[in-house]
């Protein structure tokens, strides 16, 4: 039901950038290697999300719309083998319950595409159209019939950063993925997909920040570590511009972050954070993923051991660095 979109929505879509984030990694599980985001006033007036991937097949389209018609998740284990970024089936019909969401898709071998325009989760129109291999989102009027949580959201500032930063930590995680962010016309993010995360890292930060970055690697039985750090003089007052990926998805853990500064010892300056990107591959196995609903926060097991892999590898790097 509608209702039910709504509540589901309350947990999955906060603000625009949530609404950029689902999106975004459905294209990236389509398998496109160009995603173009649009996007207006912070997303309050506009989102559009642009993928090349594999399409939606025409008699599938409204099926994506229902809550948990798509969902991967088969029984109870697969909550553990999570490889695609989406598995609940939820985001598509919790977007359209709130906002006025219009897609187009085509798949590769198909003689037509479909669009469908749905407005605050009703279907409104379903018409055939182009054979665009790939899928286009355009969001508008987010929140239009949630006064709430239209009241809750913050600056267009605020709102905007929160974007950028998810698509930093989605192009840093997706360095073969050419992404491309742009604000109001203006082109705020522009990466090549060629495969070269220190690439994506000077388009981030500058190219002279990210030469003070090292590359970082280390592994043990259960665990492979891959990733840049910068120096001890390239910091930032926030531990924000830390991104820790596990299996491909950017999490937050508190205790893996504190474990990555902790390997610095003395050498940063009080309230100083290094900028990192941290690739961690593990069995599936040892994370749940499932912990909440927007699927940043994640538990481990042998996070302790996880730890001290970080710890010594950040401790040793930076001292290799300075003989
Ligand atoms: P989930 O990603 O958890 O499966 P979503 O609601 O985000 O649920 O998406 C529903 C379904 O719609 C997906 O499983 C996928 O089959 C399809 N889909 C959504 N966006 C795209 C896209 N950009 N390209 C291809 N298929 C898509
Ligand atoms: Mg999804």
């Known amino acids: 039901t509608v209702l039910a979109n709504q509540i589901a929505a309350g947990e999955v879509i906060e603000r625009p950038a949530s609404v950029i984030k689902e999106l975004v990694e459905n294209a990236i599980d389509a398998q496109a290697s160009k995603i173009d985001i649009l996007v207006e006033e912070a997303g309050t007036k506009s989102i559009t999300i642009i993928d090349n991937g594999d399409g939606i097949a025409p008699e599938q389209v409204t099926r994506a719309f229902l809550r948990h018609a798509t969902s991967k998740i088969v029984d109870r284990n697969d909550l ?3 490889h695609s970024l989406g598995f609940r089936g939820e985001a598509l019909p919790s977007i359209a319950s709130v906002a006025d969401v219009v897609l187009e898709t085509a798949v590769a071998s198909a003689k037509q595409g479909k669009k469908v325009h749905y407005r605050g989760g009703e279907l409104i129109e379903e018409i055939g159209t182009s054979a665009r291999q790939g899928t286009s989102v355009k969001v508008t009027d987010l929140f239009f019939n949630t006064p709430a949580r ?40 522009t990466s090549v997909g060629n495969g070269n995360v220190q690439q994506v890292l000077a388009t981030i930060y500058g190219v002279q920040q990210a030469r003070k970055m090292v590359a970082l690697e280390a592994e043990n039985a259960d665990f492979k570590l891959k990733g840049y750090i910068s120096l001890p003089e390239l910091t930032r007052a926030s531990r924000n511009y830390i991104s820790i990926l596990i299996n491909g998805r950017y999490i937050k853990n508190y205790q893996l972050t504190k474990a990555l500064v902790k390997g610095y010892g003395s050498k940063l ?13 593990m069995d599936p196995l040892l994370v ?19 730890m001290s892999l970080i710890e010594e590898a950040v401790a040793q790097r930076l001292g290799s660095e300075n003989l």
């Open 80 to 82: 553990f083998r999570v």
């Open 150 to 189: 239209l009241k809750y959201l913050k600056s267009q500032h605020t709102e905007l950063a929160q974007i950028v930063d998810i698509i930093n930590r989605l192009s840093l995680s997706h360095p073969d993925i050419a992404f491309r962010l742009t604000h109001n016309d203006h082109a705020i993010l």
């Open 269 to 281: 300056m009080v309230g100083r954070f290094p900028l990192a990107v941290l690739e961690i591959d």
């Open 288 to 306: 749940d993923v499932n912990v909440h609903p927007q699927k940043h926060e994640v538990r481990l097991s042998k996070e302790e051991q996880l």
